[in-house]
């Protein structure tokens, strides 16, 4: 019989600094994603999140340490890997004036997807686009648009998806609907997501396990249920104030 | 060849075709666009060509220089018009905030530059050709008469245009929006010196050595000497050649380089200004 071999992380993040003009954006972040689970990527506004996400996305070259996905390093090595993620930010969109089928053409030619027309029809069905696919980017309404986005992100089926604020703007029902599409394709698919939101409740929702950083840094990083039992709270947003306002620093000096 | 050197040189003809797709539903989408490739060419080509037959009628030595004004014009359109479409094509991206997911896709920077470079001649074909038929209709100057010369001119300026266009792409990669008046305004830099209107002599001698480091004299000169000698000058075209290969060479590696700086800087996700 064989040994068992331990699965490759999908992300394995170690001692990671990004410094932009002497200011540490990430400092010193490490930890590693096991396939096939959904974890959280917590912190407030400059907290290093997103910067994070785009060295592991190899949009963003480190200063020092290593952003390593499926076994390839990033950026040096990101051709090997490119065609297994796909990510959905605000910091980016879709040409506008191309429709959504356009977009998702040219995207699913850049990733080799087979049978494309079949896949976007699909993917229509699913993210309840049938109706807009022909429909200019720019002229969806918020919703849309992020549905619009997923489809992108969703259109090479891929492996990883980095996603960065999904909800962001969209009134509770959609964006309950697009955490809904989100649960189901990570399940059917055994993806992997690693999501960087403000949205506490979506993050409960959806993930397994979350990490908590603050000025670059992680100030913690476990399953959801173990942080509220180890902060005392009833609400991951309790604990992320905890955080936020240095409240487990005071508690932690006080003990 | 190593796995990393591999992944990198990888080329991929969809890929390519992919990105030209984008473009040509951009371009299909909007008639502002269209109809831009097209007016300025034909105000510069009206405007030249009455100059021209104003000068003709009187001076005996520019009636021997038939056709050097429009055929200079034309020409240097190629060359502007070049770089312009391969820059605006990029700039497109920038604009519609799309470089990230590009750039985090499996797209070789290599696949995007020779789309790049296909589209700037598509853009170049809807702009130049109806307005050199026009030249035709209006002026009766043919510029598909140059024949086989008009390949050798037409090949020079495209590659000096796409090496000039390829490091402006890399200057807005890297500096944002804000760099983006380079890629309207860098090939007037070389108009005085490359000769465009006038031979090289009427520069002062001094200055002379760096019109000729300029592969586009070279055609402006070959371009001359056929419309006012009737001679084809291989020479010149070969020595443009030349200089083109390094000027593209360089055109790549400073993009090559500023992507570089780009991703160290974090400019890839935030391209705004």
Redesign the interface.
């Known amino acids: 019989m064989s040994p068992v071999m331990p699965a490759l992380p999908a992300i394995a993040v170690e001692r990671l600094v990004k410094i932009y003009k002497h200011i540490p954006a990430v400092d010193g972040v490490s930890f590693s994603i096991a396939p096939g689970t959904i974890t959280g990527l917590l912190g407030g506004n400059g907290a290093g999140k997103t910067t994070t996400i785009a060295m592991i996305m190899g949009l963003t070259a480190p200063t020092s340490g290593r952003a390593v996905v499926w076994g390839a390093e990033m950026p040096r090595d990101r051709y090997r890997v490119l065609h297994r993620m796909n990510f959905e930010s605000p910091y980016v969109e879709m040409p506008m004036r191309l429709t959504i089928r356009q977009n998702l053409t040219v995207f699913g030619m850049l990733y080799g997807v087979p049978d494309l027309a079949g896949r976007i029809a699909e993917l229509g069905e699913t993210l309840d686009l049938t109706d807009l696919l022909d429909r200019p980017t720019g002229k969806l309404s918020a919703g849309q648009k992020t549905r619009a986005s997923l489809a992108k992100s969703l259109i090479n089926s891929p492996d990883l998806l980095l996603l960065d604020e999904p909800t962001a703007s969209l009134d509770p029902d959609t964006a309950d609907w697009v955490r809904d599409r989100l649960e189901r394709y990570c399940r059917d698919h055994h993806a992997t997501v690693l999501l960087a939101s403000h949205n506490m409740a979506e993050v409960e929702r959806l993930c397994e396990r979350v990490i908590i950083m603050k000025r670059g840094r992680i100030e913690d990083d476990d399953a959801p249920t173990r942080l509220l039992a180890r902060y005392g709270r009833r609400t991951l947003e309790e604990v992320f104030l905890d955080v936020a306002r240095g409240r487990d620093e005071m508690r932690e000096a006080a003990q | 060849m190593s796995?990393?050197l591999e992944?990198?040189l990888?080329f991929?003809p969809?890929?390519v075709?992919?990105?030209m797709?984008?473009y040509w539903?951009?371009l299909r989408?909007?008639w502002p666009r269209l109809l831009d490739l097209m007016y300025w060419p034909l105000v510069q080509m009206i405007t030249w060509g009455f100059i021209q037959y104003y000068v003709m009628e009187n001076a005996g030595f520019f009636a021997r220089a038939g056709g050097t004004f429009i055929g200079a014009l034309l020409l240097w359109d190629i060359l502007f018009r070049g770089q312009l479409g391969f820059s605006i094509a990029f700039l497109?991206?920038m604009w519609?905030?799309?470089?990230?997911?590009?750039?985090?896709?499996?797209?070789?920077p290599a696949e995007f530059i020779a789309a790049l470079m296909a589209m700037s001649i598509v853009r170049l074909a809807i702009g130049a050709v109806p307005v050199s038929l026009l030249a035709i209709a209006f002026f009766g100057f043919n510029l598909y008469g140059f024949g086989l010369a008009l390949v050798a001119f037409f090949f020079n300026l495209i590659l000096t245009s796409w090496a000039i266009g390829i490091f402006v792409s890399g200057l807005v990669l890297r500096n944002g929006l804000g760099a983006e008046n380079f890629a309207w305004s860098i090939m007037f830099v070389f108009m005085p010196l490359a000769c465009v209107y006038y031979p090289v002599t009427t520069l002062p001698v001094w200055l002379q050595p760096a019109a000729w480091l300029l592969p586009p004299t070279y055609v402006f000169e070959g371009m001359r000497a056929l419309l006012i000698q009737n001679t084809f000058r291989p020479d010149l075209m070969l020595d443009a050649l030349a200089l083109n290969v390094v000027l593209f060479a360089g055109g790549v590696f400073g993009f090559l380089k500023l992507l570089?700086s780009a991703?160290?800087?974090?400019a890839?996700?935030?391209t705004g200004e």
Do not use: C, F, K, V
């Open positions: 796995a990393y992944s990198n990888a991929s969809r890929r075709a992919a990105m797709l984008r539903y951009l989408s909007s497109e991206e519609a905030r799309n470089i990230g997911n590009l750039m985090m896709s499996p797209l070789r570089q991703r160290r800087h974090g890839l996700i935030q």
